[in-house]
Nanobody
Framework: QVQLVESGGGLVQPGGSLRLSCVVS????????MMWYRQAPGKQRELVAS???????NYADSVKGRFTISRDNAKNTVFLQMDILKPEDTAVYYC?????????WGEGTLVTVSS
């Protein structure tokens, strides 16, 4: 059974930091890219960051310089370090991976940035 389980969300003040984790089980992890998406209330889901199987990273312009994606292949886990958080970062954050013809998603973890 394929599972992607996110954790690490919560309430944080503007300027603060959070570290999200996503543990993958039931499928091979290391050969595949991993992504973090987010969906804010009333908005479409958007790609935040991606990391290839070789560790190459890409970021949305809105998070460049503030967010860092990384992976630990030994633990089948992908991380999203989020620093200098802004109220506009408030969203449900989802872990994602793709296989031929299939998209796999976690349940999401809520991040709220508010004073």
């Amino acid at each position: 059974q394929v599972q992607l389980v996110e954790s690490g969300g919560g309430l944080v003040q503007p300027g603060g930091s959070l570290r999200l984790s996503c543990v993958v089980s039931g499928m091979l992890f290391s050969p595949y890219a991993m992504m973090w998406y987010r969906q804010a209330p009333g908005k479409q889901r958007e790609l935040v960051a991606s990391i290839s199987n070789l560790g190459r990273t890409n970021y949305a312009d809105s998070v460049k310089g503030r967010f860092t994606i990384s992976r630990d292949n030994a633990k089948n886990t992908v991380f999203l370090q989020m620093d200098i958080l802004k109220p506009e970062d408030t969203a449900v954050y989802y872990c994602n991976t793709k296989r031929t013809g299939m998209d796999y998603w976690g349940e999401g973890t809520l991040v709220t940035v508010s004073s």
